[in-house]
């Protein structure tokens, strides 16, 4: 059995790979230091989304391997983006249609309960 | 002999190659799970801050972030010796291999560390979830401005909370790697379970990348 197919990063790429995702640590808390408005919150998702996309391709080994694995994830991406998305699509519309913006919910709040009490209000 | 060498392998693979891949492409089924059930918490996060943008900011300042950007540095160097203890057993050095799973294990008690003092101080504050949610007039605790900061809480404490349980989950998975590669059990033509729970450990650091910049950097 002198089976090794399998590559093998060498450290350099490792000790690279590690150090950006710390200059990138560094670089996002820098950076929520100073407020660029909405672009604050795409800033902070950019910066993540590249030092995850590093984790994924190096210390998961993506970039080398079978790329069906790949496909796997970008397709948990892809559902992750529709979810959220659509759900924010309906979110911010709602104001059109009632206040919700900062209404206050109810410290108490637990739906089961307020089901049954309005049942036994009748 | 022959037959103790290979007796990972199962007779409904080709070849331990296809075996091996198998294995990793059900892991990435699980880790897809993962991203959806955490997906869901994201999108809770995603609904109240745009339903109360300006709590989020005076709840977030509740947060420390020098103990989150710690986290954030631990969790980055306990991925790196993971991958290291991959890569050495590849390299069939199962002494260094083992020392780096030891500082993974240790990197990950240092998070659940840090994670137990921030909680202590939320508790200490009474900057909890929903209807526990009580604060504290103290010098010590920050005060929360406007609408709804048991809302900020609950999903603070759900995430990080879910994120803690995995953090726990891949000490138990690490400390079964030490105790297999210390009897020998892994060599460069067998370590699926090594490589398996280094995709897990790295999905955790993953998480984390996003819940700190999400919850602790809000601006």
Same mark, same amino acid.
């Given at each position: 059995?002198?089976?090794?197919?399998?590559?093998?990063?060498?450290?350099?790429?490792?000790?690279?790979?590690?150090?950006?995702?710390?200059?990138?640590?560094?670089?996002?808390?820098?950076?929520?230091?100073?407020?660029?408005?909405?672009?604050?919150?795409?800033?902070?998702?950019?910066?993540?989304?590249?030092?995850?996309?590093?984790?994924?391709?190096?210390?998961?080994?993506?970039?080398?391997?079978?790329?069906?694995?790949?496909?796997?994830?970008?397709?948990?991406?892809?559902?992750?983006?529709?979810?959220?998305?659509?759900?924010?699509?309906?979110?911010?519309?709602?104001?059109?249609?009632?206040?919700?913006?900062?209404?206050?919910?109810?410290?108490?709040?637990?739906?089961?309960?307020?089901?049954?009490?309005?049942?036994?209000?009748? | 002999?022959?037959?103790?060498?290979?007796?990972?392998?199962?007779?409904?693979?080709?070849?331990?190659?296809?075996?091996?891949?198998?294995?990793?492409?059900?892991?990435?089924?699980?880790?897809? &799970?993962? /991203? #959806?059930?955490?997906?869901? *918490?994201?999108? @809770?996060? %995603? =609904?109240?801050?745009?339903?109360?943008?300006?709590?989020?900011?005076?709840?977030?300042?509740?947060?420390?972030?020098?103990?989150?950007?710690?986290? &954030?540095? /631990? #969790?980055?160097?306990?991925? *790196?010796?993971? @991958?290291? %203890? =991959?890569?050495?057993?590849?390299?069939?050095?199962?002494?260094?291999?083992?020392?780096?799973?030891?500082?993974?294990?240790?990197?990950?008690?240092?998070?659940? /560390?840090?994670?137990?003092?921030?909680?202590?101080?939320?508790?200490?504050?009474?900057?909890?979830?929903?209807?526990?949610?009580?604060?504290?007039?103290?010098?010590?605790?920050?005060?929360?401005?406007?609408?709804?900061?048991?809302?900020?809480?609950?999903?603070?404490?759900?995430?990080?909370?879910?994120?803690?349980?995995?953090?726990?989950?891949?000490?138990?998975?690490?400390?079964?790697?030490?105790?297999?590669?210390?009897?020998?059990?892994?060599?460069?033509?067998?370590?699926?379970?090594?490589?398996?729970?280094?995709?897990?450990?790295?999905?955790?650091?993953?998480?984390?990348?996003?819940?700190?910049?999400?919850?602790?950097?809000?601006?």
């Amino acid at each position: 059995m002198t089976e090794n197919k399998h590559h093998i990063i060498s450290l350099k790429v490792y000790i690279i790979v590690f150090f950006t995702l710390l200059l990138m640590t560094a670089l996002t808390i820098i950076t929520a230091q100073y407020n660029f408005g909405s672009l604050n919150i795409i800033l902070a998702l950019v910066i993540a989304t590249f030092k995850s996309s590093l984790v994924l391709l190096f210390f998961m080994h993506l970039y080398y391997d079978n790329k069906i694995n790949l496909a796997l994830i970008i397709g948990s991406v892809l559902f992750l983006g529709t979810f959220i998305g659509l759900t924010m699509i309906d979110t911010n519309r709602r104001t059109d249609l009632y206040k919700i913006k900062g209404e206050v919910v109810n410290k108490q709040a637990r739906i089961y309960d307020n089901h049954n009490t309005n049942q036994s209000d009748h | 002999m022959s037959n103790e060498k290979t007796s990972y392998f199962q007779h409904h693979f080709a070849d331990p190659e296809q075996q091996y891949e198998a294995s990793k492409f059900g892991m990435w089924a699980f880790l897809v &799970t993962e /991203v #959806l059930t955490f997906a869901g *918490l994201f999108c @809770a996060y %995603a =609904i109240f801050r745009a339903w109360n943008p300006e709590m989020f900011i005076n709840a977030h300042k509740a947060l420390d972030v020098v103990m989150g950007g710690t986290n &954030t540095v /631990v #969790l980055i160097t306990s991925s *790196l010796t993971m @991958a290291l %203890a =991959i890569r050495y057993i590849q390299m069939n050095n199962n002494k260094a291999a083992i020392i780096n799973l030891l500082l993974t294990l240790m990197f990950a008690g240092t998070f659940l /560390v840090i994670k137990y003092f921030e909680y202590e101080h939320k508790f200490h504050c009474g900057h909890l979830p929903g209807a526990f949610y009580n604060p504290l007039i103290s010098p010590d605790c920050v005060s929360i401005e406007g609408n709804n900061p048991h809302v900020f809480f609950s999903i603070y404490f759900m995430m990080t909370g879910l994120h803690g349980i995995h953090v726990i989950a891949g000490m138990a998975l690490i400390s079964w790697l030490i105790i297999r590669t210390t009897k020998g059990h892994f060599s460069p033509a067998y370590y699926t379970p090594v490589e398996l729970v280094g995709l897990f450990w790295h999905l955790v650091d993953l998480i984390w990348i996003f819940l700190f910049p999400l919850l602790y950097l809000i601006g």
